[in-house]
């Protein structure tokens, strides 16, 4: 994310910033319409998408606190059709772990996590012994903390694409939806490593059969923020990078991958996945 700024005189007053809606280049110190509503930054008709800083702090990535330890968080439970491949930590709270299913999971002697030969870390639940409800308690309020803050970033796109991303290129940035978002086919977001990407997306999130998520010029999963109000569904095969901080469930197609994380405010459905966690 970068930050412009200018300055130009009229009869009527003083305006600063600078938007511009074209298509070839950028305008200092003008203001131009759109008819989706206010956007910041330039669109390309290649399909670049160059975003500037709202002021909001954009380009700072979403406080996910003690969420973060779980590469899956949920609160009603995960459902898996084996094989999966998962690397990091799962919890399931206020859920039992009798929600958690088709993990063949082993107890502990300790009874505070179970452990599963499909996953390279632990598996926490709320029906585990001390200190593990509480723990998860705080991660669970957490999850709900991050998926607000990610809502309440303002936007410096909006509507991109009419709810289809399929093929574009995107620079760093919050974009946001008013509907649900379909990704047919593979979308690069390119970017160093400390750039930021925010999704905000009111309804469904679709990524079809075989896309791809690509990450380009250095940017890194763990600063892609999928911040969505419904169901979040990856389809067969497709190769998925980010945070997905859903407000109901994520449900994986069969031979789907994620390298980020899901944290669902619902129920987490797996189909022979890797799901691979974040730094």
Not at 25 to 40: E, I
Not at 163 to 182: D, F, K, R
Not at 253 to 270: D, N
């Amino acid at each position: 994310m970068t930050s412009s700024s200018g300055t130009s005189g009229t009869t009527s007053g003083t305006t600063s910033g600078t938007t511009s809606g074209t298509t070839s280049g950028t305008t200092s110190g003008t203001t131009s319409g759109t008819t989706s509503g206010t956007t910041s930054g330039t669109t390309s008709t290649s399909g670049t998408t160059d975003t500037t800083d709202t002021g909001d702090a954009p380009g700072v990535p979403v406080d996910l606190a003690s969420a973060g330890n779980s590469v899956i968080l949920t609160k009603s439970g995960i459902t898996n059709v084996p094989m999966s491949a998962i690397t990091g930590d799962l919890g399931v709270s206020p859920a039992a772990a009798t929600a958690i299913t088709g993990l063949s999971l082993q107890l502990d002697p300790s009874n505070v996590f179970s452990t599963s030969t499909q996953v390279k870390g632990k598996v926490y639940a709320a029906s585990y012994a001390v200190p593990t409800p509480a723990v998860l308690t705080t991660a669970i309020g957490d999850m709900q903390t991050a998926f607000t803050e990610a809502a309440g970033r303002a936007p410096d796109l909006i509507e991109l694409g009419a709810g289809n991303i399929g093929g574009m290129t995107l620079a760093p940035g919050v974009y946001q939806w008013s509907s649900g978002l379909l990704i047919p086919s593979s979308v690069t977001l390119k970017g160093g490593s400390k750039d930021v990407w925010i999704f905000q997306i009111a309804q469904v999130l679709t990524v079809g059969s075989g896309a791809e998520i690509v990450l380009s010029g250095g940017a890194l999963a763990e600063n892609v923020f999928w911040q969505v109000s419904e169901a979040v569904n990856v389809g067969t095969g497709a190769q998925f990078k980010g945070i997905v901080l859903t407000k109901t469930g994520v449900t994986m197609a069969t031979g789907a991958s994620i390298h980020g994380r899901l944290l669902a405010q619902t129920a987490v459905t797996l189909d022979m996945n890797t799901v691979v966690e974040t730094p």
